[in-house]
C-alpha cells in the first residue's frame, strides 16, 4: 500500500525575512486543529521569486547582492533548526496551486503587506486556499501599528501631517511586545534538506554583476541587522542615541551619521517594533529628543508614510492621486541621465549620486539636496523619475517611503514651502567646509583648493590646471546656474500652487525637518 504523504504548513516569506519578531512564522508553528498527535508535520518556509516584481521593480545590482545575502542568512539560521528555506519561482498563485497539492498543505500564514500589487496578490491566495479547504493566517509586523487602526484612531481619515501622525499613535499607546524567535522545531516531521529543486538562487540567476556592484559595506541578512542594531542602538551609545536629532546629523560625513538600518528594515531582517523597544530600553526613562527629529521619531515617519501610501491611490504617482499636487513637470532625458549619472557640474550633487551608485546608502539630507536639485530647485524634472532612479541605487528603496519622500521633496505633497530650496553650493559647505566627502567620491577633483572645491568653474585656469582638473574636459560644466534657474523654478511653483488651489488639501506639513537654519542656501 502506497505511504501516505505527511501533511505540510507552509510561512511564505515575502518580506520579513527574518526569524526574530515573526508572529506568521510562529502562528505557522501551532499544532494543527484536529491532527493526531503522532501526525507530525513537515514545517515549509517558502520564498517565491516572483516575475511580475523582477519585471516591474528596478532593483539594481548592489540590492541584489543584498537581496541573496538575505536569503543565504535566513536559509542558514533554519537549517540551525533543522529546516531549511524553500525557494521556488514563477506567479505565487500558480506555484501555490501546484504545492498545496504536491505537499499536502494544510496551513498557510505570512507577514501582511501593504503594497497594492501585494494586497490584490494576496487576496488571490486567500481564495485558493479557502477553496482548497487549507487554513490561512496573516499577522501584521513590517510597521509599528496596523495601517487601519491607525486611522481608525484617526477617525477614519489618513493622518497627512507628522504631528497629526505623532499624536494618534501616542493616543494607541505602545506598539505590541516583540515575540520570541522560534528555537526548536521538535513537533515537525524531519526532513530531507537536499531537494535541489528549491535552492536559493545563485548570482547567475539573480543576474548580479560583481564587477557592477561597490564595496559590501551592509552585507545582507538579519544576522547582521541584528548586529547592527546591537552596535547602533545600544547603552553604550545612549548619549548619541538620546540626543539624536536629525537635522543635526551630517548629509556628508565619511561615516554615516545616522543608523543605516533603513535596508534591514526594508527587507523586515529587523524587525521595527524590536528597533522601538530597543529605544524604548536605551532611553530608560532618561532625557532624551523628542518627534519629529528624535530617533523614536524616525520610525514613526516610517509608520506616517507606510500608513498614507496603504491608503491613497496612485501614492507612487502625480496622475490619479488624491495628495499629489499636479506640475507641469519637463521631460528632459539629457538632464535626468547627467543627473542619475553624477555629471551635472555640481560637486556636492555629483558626490551624493557617486556614493547612492557605488554604496547604495546615502544620507537622508543628502537625498534632500539631490531631490530637491532634479525637480523645483534646479532642473525641473518630475519626482516620479528621480524615484526610479532611487529605487534602482538604494539598498532600501521601499515603495512608500520613496514616493513619500520625493513628494515631499518636490512640494507635491505634505510639504508645501516651496521656496525653501537647498544650494548645491552652500549647503554642504555647512558640515564639510574642507570639501572631503567631495574629495572621496569625485577624485579628479581632489586637488582643488578647500575655496574652489564646491564652485570649481570659478577657479582661475591656472588652478584647474594645477589641480590636474579643467572643467569642461575632466569634470562636467554646470548643467544650469543655479541662482538663474532658482528664480525660474519659483515662479514656476508659484503658478502650479495657484493652479492647484482649487484642489489642494490644506492639511499639510508646515515645518518639515531640515530645520529652520536651512533656510533657502541660495
Ligand atoms: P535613521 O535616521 O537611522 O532612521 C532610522 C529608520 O527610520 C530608517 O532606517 C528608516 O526606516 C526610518 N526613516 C528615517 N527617516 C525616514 C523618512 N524620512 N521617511 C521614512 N522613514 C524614515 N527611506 C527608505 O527606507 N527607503 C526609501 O526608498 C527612501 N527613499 C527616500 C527618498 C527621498 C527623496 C528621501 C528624501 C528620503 C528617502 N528615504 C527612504 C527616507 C530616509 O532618507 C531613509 O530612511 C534614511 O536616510 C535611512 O537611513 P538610516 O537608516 O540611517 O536612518
Given at each position: 500500500m502506497a505511504s501516505k504523504e505527511p501533511c505540510s504548513v507552509v510561512h511564505w516569506f515575502r518580506k520579513g525575512l527574518r526569524l526574530h519578531d515573526n508572529p506568521a512564522l510562529l502562528a505557522c508553528?501551532?499544532?494543527?486543529?484536529?491532527?493526531?498527535?503522532?501526525?507530525?508535520?513537515?514545517?515549509?518556509?517558502?520564498?517565491?521569486?516572483?516575475?511580475?516584481?523582477?519585471?516591474n521593480i528596478k532593483c539594481g545590482h548592489n540590492r541584489r547582492r543584498f537581496f541573496l545575502q538575505t536569503l543565504q542568512d535566513l536559509d542558514c539560521s533554519l537549517r540551525k533548526l533543522g529546516s531549511r528555506l524553500y525557494v521556488a519561482r514563477g506567479d505565487p498563485e500558480l506555484v501555490f496551486g501546484i504545492l498545496f497539492t504536491k505537499w499536502n498543505v494544510k496551513?498557510?500564514?505570512?507577514?501582511?503587506?501593504?503594497?497594492?500589487?501585494?494586497?490584490?496578490?494576496?487576496?488571490?491566495?486567500?481564495?485558493?486556499?479557502?477553496?482548497?479547504?487549507?487554513?490561512?493566517?496573516?499577522?501584521?509586523?513590517?510597521?509599528?501599528y496596523n495601517p487601519e487602526s491607525i486611522v481608525a484612531h484617526n477617525l477614519g481619515s489618513v493622518p497627512l501631517t507628522m504631528q497629526k501622525l505623532t499624536?494618534?499613535?501616542?493616543?494607541?499607546?505602545?506598539?505590541?511586545?516583540?515575540v520570541e524567535a522560534p528555537n526548536c522545531l521538535?513537533?515537525?516531521?524531519?526532513?530531507?534538506?537536499?531537494?535541489?529543486?528549491?535552492?536559493?538562487?545563485t548570482s547567475e540567476e539573480l543576474d548580479i554583476d560583481e564587477s557592477q556592484c561597490g564595496p559590501c559595506l551592509y552585507p545582507g541578512g538579519e544576522n547582521e541587522a541584528l548586529r547592527r542594531l546591537d552596535d547602533k542602538v545600544c547603552f553604550e551609545k545612549a548619549k548619541w542615541v538620546r540626543e539624536?536629532?536629525?537635522?543635526?546629523?551630517?548629509?556628508?560625513?565619511?561615516?554615516?551619521?545616522?543608523?543605516?538600518?533603513?535596508?534591514?528594515?526594508?527587507?523586515?531582517?529587523?524587525?521595527?517594533?524590536?528597533?522601538?523597544?530597543?529605544?524604548?530600553?536605551v532611553y530608560s526613562g532618561a532625557k532624551h529628543s523628542k518627534p519629529p527629529v528624535s530617533l523614536m521619531a524616525q520610525l514613526y515617519w516610517r509608520e506616517f508614510f507606510y500608513t498614507a501610501g496603504s491608503q491613497i491611490k496612485n501614492f507612487d504617482k502625480m496622475k490619479g492621486n488624491a495628495i499629489c499636487k499636479q506640475i507641469p513637470w519637463d521631460n528632459n532625458p539629457t538632464m535626468l541621465e547627467a543627473w542619475a549619472n553624477a555629471k551635472t557640474g555640481y560637486p556636492f550633487i555629483d558626490a551624493i549620486m557617486t556614493q547612492l551608485r557605488t554604496e547604495g546608502w546615502i544620507h537622508?539630507?543628502?537625498?534632500?539636496?539631490?531631490?530637491?536639485?532634479?525637480?523645483?530647485g534646479?532642473?525641473?524634472?518630475?519626482?516620479e523619475k528621480g524615484k526610479e532612479v532611487f529605487e534602482e541605487l538604494l539598498l532600501d528603496a521601499d515603495w512608500s517611503l520613496n514616493a513619500a519622500n520625493w513628494m515631499w521633496l518636490s512640494a507635491s505633497s505634505f510639504f508645501r514651502q516651496y521656496f525653501r530650496v537647498y544650494s548645491p553650493i552652500a549647503f554642504?559647505?555647512?558640515?564639510?567646509?574642507?570639501?572631503?566627502?567631495?574629495?572621496?567620491?569625485l577624485p579628479q577633483l581632489r586637488k582643488f583648493p578647500n575655496e574652489y572645491i564646491y564652485e570649481p568653474w570659478n577657479a582661475p585656469f591656472a588652478v584647474q590646471k594645477a589641480a590636474g582638473c579643467i572643467v569642461g574636459t575632466d569634470y562636467p560644466k554646470r548643467i544650469v546656474e543655479h541662482s538663474q534657474v532658482l528664480k525660474q523654478n519659483l515662479g514656476r511653483m508659484k503658478r502650479a500652487y495657484a493652479d492647484n488651489s482649487k484642489t489642494e488639501n490644506s492639511n499639510m506639513e508646515s515645518s518639515p525637518v531640515p530645520s529652520k537654519k536651512q533656510k533657502s542656501q541660495d
Open positions: 508553528l501551532k499544532p494543527i486543529d484536529g491532527s493526531a498527535s503522532d501526525e507530525l508535520p513537515i514545517l515549509r518556509p517558502v520564498y517565491i521569486i516572483d516575475p511580475w516584481l523582477t519585471k496551513r498557510i500564514t505570512w507577514e501582511e503587506d501593504t503594497e497594492p500589487y501585494s494586497k490584490e496578490r494576496d487576496a488571490r491566495i486567500s481564495i485558493l486556499a479557502a477553496e482548497r479547504g487549507i487554513e490561512f493566517e496573516t499577522r501584521i509586523s513590517h510597521t509599528l499624536s494618534v499613535v501616542q493616543s494607541i499607546g505602545h506598539p505590541a511586545k516583540t521538535e513537533n515537525f516531521l524531519p526532513q530531507s534538506l537536499d531537494d535541489a529543486e528549491y535552492n536559493l538562487p539624536f536629532e536629525k537635522p543635526q546629523t551630517s548629509p556628508n560625513s565619511l561615516e554615516p551619521s545616522t543608523t543605516v538600518l533603513s535596508p534591514y528594515l526594508k527587507y523586515g531582517c529587523l524587525s521595527a517594533r524590536t528597533f522601538y523597544w530597543r529605544l524604548i530600553d537622508h539630507l543628502a537625498r534632500h539636496s539631490v531631490a530637491c536639485f532634479l525637480t523645483r534646479d532642473l525641473w524634472q518630475s519626482w554642504g559647505k555647512k558640515t564639510d567646509p574642507n570639501g572631503d566627502y567631495i574629495r572621496k567620491y
